[in-house]
């Protein structure tokens, strides 16, 4: 099994919107750590699993779409809380949105908040 795994950082802001938030139900910042993996057994005709010039690129764009905004105010977030894990699995998301690759058999997006706490969201392309 080969993995690629690519990161970037942002800072972003939030507010929860459960029952009983604490503080976390008010406007405050986190700095974000994203990393995807793409994982998967078998290599490209080149050598690679995926083209990690496209993953830089594609990872890039979505982290910069999120940086410095509310995620609330996020229309991928609309109706939900603004969750770390609820973040992962939409990075994910705008990830297979951008990216076709051709080999690699599972996606994991893992999310660090202030590295604190991690979640992470695995799927299967």
């Known amino acids: 099994m080969y993995a690629v795994s690519v990161s970037r950082s942002c800072i972003a802001q939030h507010y929860l919107t ?24 078998e290599l490209n005709e080149y050598g690679y699993l995926v083209d990690i010039d496209a993953v830089i690129e594609a990872l890039e764009a979505v982290v ?32 297979v949105e ?3 690759p ?12 202030d590295d604190v706490a991690e979640v992470t969201h695995e799927r299967e392309l």
């Open 18 to 41: 459960v029952p009983d938030p604490g503080p976390e139900g008010t406007l405050h910042s986190h700095r974000f750590g994203i990393e995807a993996t793409f994982r998967g057994p």
């Open 64 to 95: 910069d779409g999120l940086a410095d905004r509310t995620l609330n105010d996020v229309p991928a977030f609309e109706g939900l809380n603004p969750s770390a894990e609820h973040l992962a699995r939409i990075v994910g998301d705008r990830l």
């Open 98 to 100: 951008r990216l076709a």
């Open 102 to 113: 051709e080999t690699a058999t599972q996606l994991v997006v893992t999310v660090r908040e």
